[in-house]
Every structure is written in C-alpha cells, then in structure tokens.
C-alpha cells in the first residue's frame, strides 16, 4: 500500500493559479521507477490525465495542459505538488493523485474537489 492526500483549497477565483499537494506518509517519492501524477475528474465527466512526475523528478504533461501545468517535489517532505495557472470554471474538478509502482501496480488519493467560482 502507498497511501496517498491531496490537500489545498477547495476554491479558486477565475484568473487565479490552483495549488495542491499531495504527500506520501511513510514513503519516498525518490523510490526507483516510481512515477507520481495528478489527474482530475470535472464533474460528469470522465478522467484526465494532467501530467507526472517520476522518481527522477523528470515531469510530462498532458499537451491540452501543458502551457499552464507545473509539477514539482519536495523530497524532504515526501510530497509533490500541481500548479494550473489561469484557471476558469471549466476546470473545476475532483483532484487525484496517484502512483504507479515498479510493478505496474496503482494507488490513488482520495481526491479533493476543487472548485473554480468568483
């Protein structure tokens, strides 16, 4: 088991850059293999994937995305984090984070709502 929280504000203004972070109690996100990425849900809607961060700390993202995605880590704190610049209620969303293991084996967070309203 890799237990996985997201934590942040549950509410963003339009314009404004929405900030989150997940942290990893009890593990490392320097485990080798390991990749670390943010997805998120819009309500109705099905899963996107928005990029990743791996053991490295080398990034991918989503292309649609990418000109206003940033991930990034805290190794000392076991956590990594999701900026999204220029936000509009379009991108109003459950929030994940998730794991893939070595194995190929994935664990989720519990996700976290948040909402994009002036």
């Known amino acids: 088991q890799v237990p996985l929280q997201e934590s942040g504000p549950g509410l963003v203004k339009p314009s404004q850059t929405l900030s989150l972070t997940c942290t990893v109690p009890g593990g490392s996100i320097t485990t080798t293999y390991y990749a670390w990425s943010w997805i998120r849900q819009p309500p109705g809607k099905g899963l996107e994937w928005m990029g990743v961060?791996?053991?490295?700390?080398?990034?991918y993202y989503s292309p649609s995305l990418k000109s206003r995605t940033s991930i990034s880590r805290d190794t000392s704190k076991n956590q990594f984090s999701l900026q999204l610049s220029s936000v509009t209620p379009e991108d109003t969303a459950v929030y994940y984070c998730?794991?893939?293991?070595?194995?190929?084996?994935?664990?989720w967070g519990k996700g976290t709502l948040v909402t994009v309203s002036s």
């Open positions: 998730r794991v893939v293991t070595a194995a190929g084996v994935y664990y």
């Open positions: 961060i791996a053991y490295d700390g080398s990034t």
